[in-house]
């Protein structure tokens, strides 16, 4: 990662603007506080990329928060493709301004060099592809896919610097870290899928309950009035609650061990799964107020 960084700060002198990719379910969690000091002197876009994937209100609220602060933000579904023409004419307004400047110094025709930022797994290579009509970057739904630097020519006019996704070093925040485990953005060793499943099912309670009752077909008022039945005499919290709840969709989804016994580790990897591939409709895991 330090190599990494080094590199990027060493070719900022290049480029003209910088193309942040998030994720449209998370794009504070997803967005690297290291490009805040990258793109200090820089016209920065960002681009909610699998807006197909999140909460189209929610979405709504992102683009406003960033306009507040005059960053031009753009949703985006690469694998379809929409939303790409918006990017390029955005590119095009910012780099009008700027090569006025190389024009006054006798420099004409350059194109605009646009870098392209993101962590692992917002969907950076696929954007790439679809921004440049043809499979030049390398694509996986897994972290670390992008391993050095390239250049991508888009037109006449406008070359793409694609970089290796990278995180930052500490996360200290623990829901940040939580969100990326959710968008499969840390590599599966550095997390516990049985806990991050369970985080991820009670945030989905919380704020999109019909959404998994849909997905799994089950009546969450009812789980939680049994698990208040059935512990009628001894005290329960949210957790036995939510714990029910994932033992109902193992139930429902057959992940069950011999004797009758819940397989924790595939209802946990199924949640997660199912999320990932969008299985529960738009969900928005952040919000910007």
């Given at each position: 990662?330090?190599?990494?960084?080094?590199?990027?700060?060493?070719?900022?002198?290049?480029?003209?603007i910088?193309?942040?990719?998030?994720?449209?379910?998370?794009?504070?969690?997803?967005?690297?506080?290291?490009?805040?000091?990258?793109?200090?002197?820089?016209?920065?876009?960002?681009?909610?990329?699998?807006?197909?994937?999140?909460?189209?209100?929610?979405?709504?609220?992102?683009?406003?928060?960033?306009s507040?602060?005059?960053?031009?933000?753009?949703?985006?579904e690469?694998?379809?493709?929409?939303?790409?023409?918006?990017?390029?004419?955005?590119?095009?307004?910012?780099?009008?301004?700027?090569?006025?400047?190389?024009?006054?110094?006798?420099?004409?025709?350059?194109t605009?060099?646009?870098?392209?930022?993101?962590?692992?797994?917002?969907?950076?290579?696929?954007?790439?592809?679809?921004?440049a009509?043809?499979?030049?970057a390398?694509?996986?739904?897994?972290?670390?896919?992008?391993?050095?630097k390239?250049?991508?020519?888009?037109?006449?006019?406008?070359?793409?610097?694609?970089?290796?996704g990278?995180?930052?070093?500490?996360?200290?925040?623990?829901?940040?870290?939580?969100?990326?485990?959710?968008?499969?953005?840390?590599?599966?060793?550095?997390?516990?899928?049985?806990?991050?499943?369970?985080?991820?099912l009670?945030?989905?309670?919380?704020?999109?309950?019909?959404?998994?009752?849909?997905r799994?077909?089950?009546?969450?008022?009812?789980?939680?009035?049994?698990?208040?039945?059935?512990?009628?005499?001894?005290?329960?919290?949210?957790?036995d609650?939510?714990?029910?709840?994932?033992?109902?969709?193992?139930?429902?989804?057959?992940?069950?061990?011999?004797g009758?016994?819940?397989?924790?580790?595939?209802?946990?990897?199924?949640?997660?799964s199912?999320?990932?591939?969008?299985?529960f409709?738009r969900?928005?895991?952040?919000?910007?107020?």
């Open positions: 990662m330090k190599k990494t960084k080094e590199q990027i700060i060493k070719d900022l002198k290049l480029i003209d910088i193309i942040e990719i998030v994720d449209a379910r998370a794009p504070k969690s997803t967005q690297n506080p290291d490009v805040q000091e990258y793109s200090k002197n820089k016209p920065k876009i960002v681009v909610l990329n699998k807006s197909d994937l999140a909460d189209e209100n929610i979405t709504s609220a992102w683009i406003k928060y960033y507040t602060q005059s960053i031009p933000c753009i949703k985006v690469a694998t379809t493709g929409k939303g790409l023409s918006e990017v390029i004419n955005q590119i095009k307004i910012l780099y009008k301004e700027i090569s006025s400047k190389y024009i006054e110094k006798g420099r004409t025709g350059r605009a060099k646009v870098m392209v930022l993101g962590i692992p797994n917002v969907g950076k290579s696929t954007f790439i592809n679809s921004l009509k043809r499979n030049i390398k694509v996986g739904n897994m972290p670390g896919v992008t391993k050095g390239q250049w991508i020519k888009i037109d006449d006019n406008i070359e793409l610097m694609d970089t290796p990278m995180l930052w070093p500490k996360l200290g925040n623990t829901v940040v870290a939580n969100n990326l485990a959710y968008l499969n953005s840390i590599g599966q060793n550095a997390v516990d899928n049985e806990e991050i499943a369970y985080e991820l009670k945030l989905l309670v919380k704020n999109y309950k019909e959404h998994v009752e849909k799994y077909n089950i009546d969450i008022s009812s789980i939680e009035k049994n698990v208040e039945i059935n512990n009628k005499e001894n005290d329960y919290n949210e957790y609650v939510i714990l029910e709840i994932r033992d109902e969709i193992a139930r429902k989804k057959g992940a069950i061990l011999s009758g016994r819940i397989n924790e580790q595939k209802v946990s990897d199924m949640i997660l199912d999320f990932r591939a969008g299985k409709g969900i928005s895991i952040e919000r910007p107020y």
